[in-house]
T-cell receptor, first 112, second 116 residues
């Protein structure tokens, strides 16, 4: 599976937008970009995914670069509840592997 | 609209005992994944199953660990002769059958195993 690179940690102020970057320079044409997050002492939670076009849902927006070698998860208005580890994961439509492979993610701290 | 249900949420075992962790997938989901998260570490894939079939067990330790997903009932992760190093959070996830990389996993709240 193609790898992703994320900053180890980021800070944000409450009620401000947060942009979480992810680099995936070796992405292939069949790789979907997924974001999950894990709140303290909880299981991972799906946030959003996309292939080529930008995506919006009730939780967040996903901005995908034109060359697909990077993407940004956007939380429009961070709350204290958004403090979590955010994982950017590539999921290939080809090959035999079906599991999600988690890296170390970005630890987001939201300051009141 | 229950999500993925895992039980027990917390389990304490002494060294040498057996641990059984159960996972009921989300309604409409037929595939189950198990992950392990050691203290202060990342999530590691263990096994991927559908009913009565193990699809991928490449992440399972070779000894003492087994998983099943019977035709009826929950998926079970079984750890025999537990050791202190098995203390971890075990997460189950479920999904619909694989069609593409757009497939999304829904995770449970986890089972936290402590081995004394």
């Amino acid at each position: 599976d193609a790898k992703t690179t994320q900053p180890n940690s980021m800070e944000s102020n409450e009620e401000e937008p947060v942009h979480l970057p992810c680099n995936h320079s070796t992405i292939s044409g069949t790789d979907y970009i997924h974001w999950y997050r894990q709140l303290p002492s909880q299981g991972p939670e799906y946030v959003i995914h996309g292939l080529t076009s930008n995506v919006n849902n009730r939780m967040a927006s996903l901005a995908i670069a034109e060359d697909r070698k990077s993407s940004t998860l956007i939380l429009h208005r961070a709350t204290l509840r958004d403090a979590a580890v955010y994982y950017c994961i590539l999921r290939s439509s080809s090959g035999s592997a079906r599991q999600l492979t988690f890296g170390s993610g970005t630890q987001l701290t939201v300051l009141p | 609209n229950a999500g993925v249900m895992q039980n027990p949420r917390h389990l304490v075992r002494r060294r040498g005992q057996e641990a059984r962790l159960r996972c009921s997938p989300m309604k409409g989901h037929s595939h189950v994944y198990w992950y392990r998260q050691l203290p202060e570490e990342g999530l590691k894939f263990m096994v991927y199953l559908q009913k009565e079939n193990i699809i991928d067990e490449s992440g399972m330790p070779k000894e003492r660990f087994s998983a099943e997903f019977p035709k009826e009932g929950p998926s079970i992760l079984r750890i025999q002769q537990v050791v202190r190093g098995d203390s971890a959070a075990y997460f189950c996830a479920s999904s619909t059958p694989w069609q593409s990389g757009a497939n999304v996993l829904t995770f449970g709240a986890g089972s936290r195993l402590t081995v004394l």
